[in-house]
Each structure stands twice: as structure tokens, then as C-alpha cells.
């Protein structure tokens, strides 16, 4: 390790339905882990970016959205397949055959959002993480508060943090209008200070080279 450790604040827009995120961030996991040995500490925040913002609190078939939002269910499917074929070199397990629902991901942000407050970015990470995992390994609804109270329990934060949420739901769209001010139009995307770093995800190496520079940059 280096004898002069860098701290680099990273912000990443994203959203908890969104497959190359949950991709990506098997991948980003390695490489911060990466930096770390080099000496540089990446302090990550994730920010909330609504893929289907006008979705209705409850959310919809998956199938009968995904087949008019994609043209087809075939076309739908061969990007899933895609996906799976993606997450299987980075451990990202996907069961898309147990999806019925694609949820609204408002309470789910914020979520995110309150255990950001309440714990900072490994509180996070954590709760970010059970997120992707419950709705892309294990097909629930992260729409539902039950389960988003299940994700949130079991990623160490304290009873009634759902209903702690509730009053940052409103914060949600201001904090997307700010990530959208900085010329992001598509998750995943990275950025510091407010500004674009890059955008998409990377296999390990590319963020290790992406990141060091840009801690390095800052410094």
C-alpha cells in the first residue's frame, strides 16, 4: 500500500433495475478493492437515476412494459439473455424466468438515500447491493415495501427504515435533475464534483485505470 493514501469521492448514477448496473458493480467492487492495495480510498455515493420515472407506484406486468417498451417480448428477451451471458464472468446471477413485475424504483432510491444518511457509503453499498440481488437473483418486487423493509433489515439498518424513507421520496427528482444537469442520459455513470467522469460500465481493469487516474487527477 501506498504511504500516501488518496481519498476520492465518486458519485454514481444509477438505478436498481438497471441489469449492466448491477453488472458493473460486481466489477467496481473488485477494482475498488484494487485501489485500496495502491493506497487510494474511493469513497462511492450512489445516485438515484429512474429508468421508467412515470411508472406507477405499483408497477407493471414485466412483460406486457418490457414487450411495448422494447417493441416485442422477443426483443425484450434477447437483451435479458445478453445480460445473463454478461453477469455470469462477474458473478452477477440473474433469474429473470422468476420477474413478473418491473417496479417503480422511487421508494427504493429512497431507501438508498436514507441509508446513505444514516450510514454513509458502506451502509450504502450494502443496501444497494441486497437491492440488485432481490430483484435480479431472486425476481422480488423491490416496488413492495415488505420487501424493501426485508432488504433493508437484512443489510443492517435499523426497524422502520421504509417508513423513514417516506419524506425523501420527495428528494428523488431534484436529486435527478441534478445528475441530468451534469449531461448524464444514460446508467451507469460516474461521476466527481458534479461533473461526467465516464459512462458505462467497465470490466475490472477499466475501472482501476478510469478511477487511478482520476483520483490521481484530483489529488
Known amino acids: 500500500m501506498s504511504d500516501n493514501p488518496t481519498s476520492f469521492a465518486l458519485q ?3 438505478d436498481v433495475i438497471c441489469p449492466w448496473c448491477y453488472i458493473g458493480k460486481r466489477s467496481l467492487d473488485k477494482a475498488l478493492a484494487r485501489l485500496a492495495e495502491k493506497g487510494i480510498d474511493i469513497d462511492v455515493e450512489w445516485m438515484p437515476y429512474q429508468l421508467n420515472p412515470t411508472m406507477p407506484p405499483e408497477g407493471m406486468d414485466r412483460r406486457t412494459f418490457r414487450s411495448a417498451r422494447f417493441g416485442s417480448w422477443a426483443n425484450a428477451s434477447a437483451m435479458d439473455a445478453r445480460a445473463v451471458a454478461a453477469g455470469r464472468a462477474v458473478s452477477a446471477v440473474f433469474d429473470y424466468d422468476a420477474q413478473t413485475r418491473t417496479p417503480s424504483t422511487l421508494a427504493a432510491h429512497a431507501l438508498s438515500r436514507l441509508a446513505y444518511a444514516e450510514g454513509g457509503s458502506s451502509l450504502q453499498h450494502d443496501v444497494i447491493d441486497a437491492l440488485f440481488v432481490a430483484y435480479f437473483a431472486q425476481g422480488r418486487d ?3 415495501h415488505a420487501v424493501l423493509d426485508a432488504v433493508a433489515m437484512d443489510s443492517g439498518m435499523s426497524p422502520g427504515a421504509v417508513e423513514r424513507s417516506i419524506p425523501l421520496r420527495a428528494e428523488i427528482p431534484r436529486l435527478e435533475r441534478a445528475v441530468r444537469d451534469a449531461g448524464i442520459t444514460a446508467v451507469p455513470s460516474y461521476m466527481a464534483g458534479g461533473r461526467l467522469l465516464f459512462a458505462g460500465s467497465q470490466d475490472v ?5 478510469l478511477l487511478e487516474a482520476a483520483a490521481m487527477a484530483a489529488a
Open 142 to 144: 423491490i416496488g413492495d
Open 12 to 14: 454514481i448514477a444509477s
Open 205 to 209: 481493469d477499466g475501472y482501476v485505470r
